[in-house]
């Protein structure tokens, strides 16, 4: 059931140093333009969330803006519905980078009953599909780490090769008790996870030198016994070598990496959130500097990938399906009532 | 008296209590700067700055493990979880560490603390950001467990928590936060914990509630009140431990009760009064001991229609209302 989505099943990278960097890391440009076009695509999901909200239609936006360069440069390396991604609430672009659709992620935004990651039960933030093998997660920060480390027990116990979950979540998080107990599990099993840290700098106003007693989350791995790297989070190439690396030495037996990835929260926390109440303001006018959407696509431009003309059609047509996308979600009647009940528990003829 | 809201009587609580007494301090997540993500806390880093209003990593064990440190050394610590949900990987420092503390040095220790957390539905929260947890500790000897309903309950609980020499878990409504405003003082003053209040008196139906539904409640009895339904409203304040004389003086008067909770129905503190109320007024009942509360359902959903359905509302309490006056 593997969605080929794994780049690194692509031909073997071309170490030519003449070569642009996709190609050395064995991209071709049809990825590399996909991937524009995907981080494009969950940055009007952003955008029309948060309109949605301000129209009473949508009651929750958590962006991804500023973090999609890391969740679709982690993409690459995941092999959806095989190797297990265990998100947070930021990573709407990874989601989609796995195969979720606009519209699955607008049905979720906007309460659906068929909102594929929780018929309407959770709020906007939580995704998940057994299928592309996303995991279900909660709210509460840190929590998951340890599903993570779970699943790569179970890898382990079955003795099934070739296989990694992976995990995501902010540098606040790993101040969470249950963070250092996942770590210290898989450093002490040596286990087929990959621990991604997308450190923004803050969480919720609270900014990284009140949260993390270090300047870097990826010194922290030392006391886990694992590797800890340091990459651009808004460079999409830097991220997906260090996961691509990561997954490997996973799927080979060769233990669990932390990967920071350094990189920018472009927008407030969540709807309910002012961040010029906390952010300076010369650091908010500098954000737009660090838009890996703008980067990839000078990129691909510096590379003859794509010119003025086709990245104006590809936006109108990006345009065209989240209108789309937002009508037919709208469109989707409330659940009945009762169903309030359902999934509680399962049957007997389950077990 | 200067009218507030209730979000504003627990600031002003907060900030007059830090004026009145250097021992007290908050702790929490954005509590500084950014004063809480409700604003709660909004301008207290300015009054006191961040020494006495420290915004803390995200880690409640370690919010509530240090208040409780910072008690043992005399100081009075006022811990911000940042939504009642978030209470539970703190659970461990409450139950095992600050409400055992007294006990378990035989009274050399103690453990004056406040967790203060903002609770339950119906702001679009869905499951992680609508729970109410308090029937997590009302079974726990050691902890007072504490709703307010009223702006001015919210800042005379708030204090009489901070003064009192126990641990106290502070549940705020989030629904009441802005939309509750009332008469509240300047300045400190003290409403007793462990004391339940009487609303509306009535003489056929006695109802127990707290917190917003309490607000639901009063305007339910209105409702049935013109249809000959006289019903006596009881805020309870605080959960634990009860007023009992109070629940069963009302009872013994009334002959029949009717307890309402946004809380699950299974387990919580509607069953406790259910039974204080077959073991010490029996022989009064005119009728069964009835519960409304939140259906067992982890918590509410973030679907709209979900959502209303899964609230209680004052057509809803008038409708048991109406039932047990009937019976
Ligand atoms: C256990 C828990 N405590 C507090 C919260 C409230 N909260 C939600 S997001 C957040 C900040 C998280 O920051 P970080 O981990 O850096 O992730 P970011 O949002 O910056 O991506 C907080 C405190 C929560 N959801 N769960
Ligand atoms: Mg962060």
Redesign the pocket.
Known sequence: MSMQTDASLAPPPANDPALPRHRQLGLSDEQVLAALAGMQRVRNVDDRLWQLSRQGKAHFV?TSAG?EAAQFGCAWAIRAGHDYSVP???DMALALALGQTSLDLLLHGMGKPTDPASGGRQMFGHFSSRALRIVSGS?????HIVHAVGLALAFRITGEQDIAAITF????????GAWHEGMTIAGVQQLPVVFVC???????S?P?HR?VPVRDVATKAAGYGMPGVIVDGTDIFAVYAAARTAMQRARSGEGPTLIECKLH?LRP??NADDHSKYRPAAELTALAQHDPIDKLRDYAMQHGLLNVERWQAMQQQLKAEVDAATLAADQVPNPPLESLYDHLYGSAAEA | MPERTFLEAIRSALIDEMTTDQRVFVLG??VGVKGG?FLVTDGLYQQFGACRVIDMP?A?AGIVGAAIGAALHGLRPVAE???A??I??AVDQIINEAAKLRYRSAGDWTCPIVVRAPFGSGIHGAL??SQSTEALFTSTPGLKVVIPATPYDAKGLLIAAIRDPDPVVFFEHKQLYRTMRGEVPDGCYTVPLGTAAVRRTGRQISLFTYGLMLHHSLTAAEQVADEGIDVEVVDLRTLYPLDRETILASVRNTSKALIVHEDNLTGGIGGEISALISEHAFEYLDAPVRRLASPDVPATAFNEALEAHFMLNADKIAHALRELAAY
């Open positions: 958590i973090h947070y609430y930021r709210s509460s920060v840190g929590s979540f902010g540098e606040g998080a790993t101040s969470e997308e450190n923004n700098g803050y969480a919720i609270v990284a949260e929260r926390h969540s | 997540q954005d993500v995200i409640e979880i940042q939504f949900d978030y539970q990987p992680y950001h």
